[in-house]
Nanobody, 123 residues
Framework: QVQLVESGGGLVQAGGSLRLSCAASGRTVSSSAMGWFRQAPGKEREIVAAINWEDTTYYADSVKGRFTISRDNAKNTVYLQMIGLKPEDTAVYYC?????????????????WGQGTQVTVSS
């Protein structure tokens, strides 16, 4: 059984930074694709960034140049570094693991989800 636990969310002013962490247990993050998604109130869950087992990455256009996804295999943890935060980045952020090596860009590509962490960016 895979468990994913996110942390690092919070309240930050526009232009600020946060680093989200996703600690995995049960299966390693090195042998699968991982993704970060977010869901704002009244909106569908959307992909933010993804990384595959070869460290190929994908970013949504809205976060390119501001967010960075990375992985620490020794700690079995995936990170999302966010800089230049904007009010429109406000959402619950979810970490997800895909039971496949290739990048997944849709929520239904992923099999395991964390509980989410709230990110609020004030203007």
């Amino acid at each position: 059984q895979v468990q994913l636990v996110e942390s690092g969310g919070g309240l930050v002013q526009a232009g600020g930074s946060l680093r989200l962490s996703c600690a995995a247990s049960g299966r390693t993050v090195s042998s699968s694709a991982m993704g970060w998604f977010r869901q704002a109130p009244g909106k569908e869950r959307e992909i933010v960034a993804a990384i595959n087992w070869e460290d190929t990455t994908y970013y949504a256009d809205s976060v390119k140049g501001r967010f960075t996804i990375s992985r620490d295999n020794a700690k079995n943890t995936v990170y999302l570094q966010m800089i230049g935060l904007k009010p429109e980045d406000t959402a619950v952020y979810y970490c997800a693991r895909r039971s496949a090596y290739a990048l997944g860009l849709r929520a239904d590509n992923y099999d395991y989800w964390g509980q989410g962490t709230q990110v609020t960016v004030s203007s």
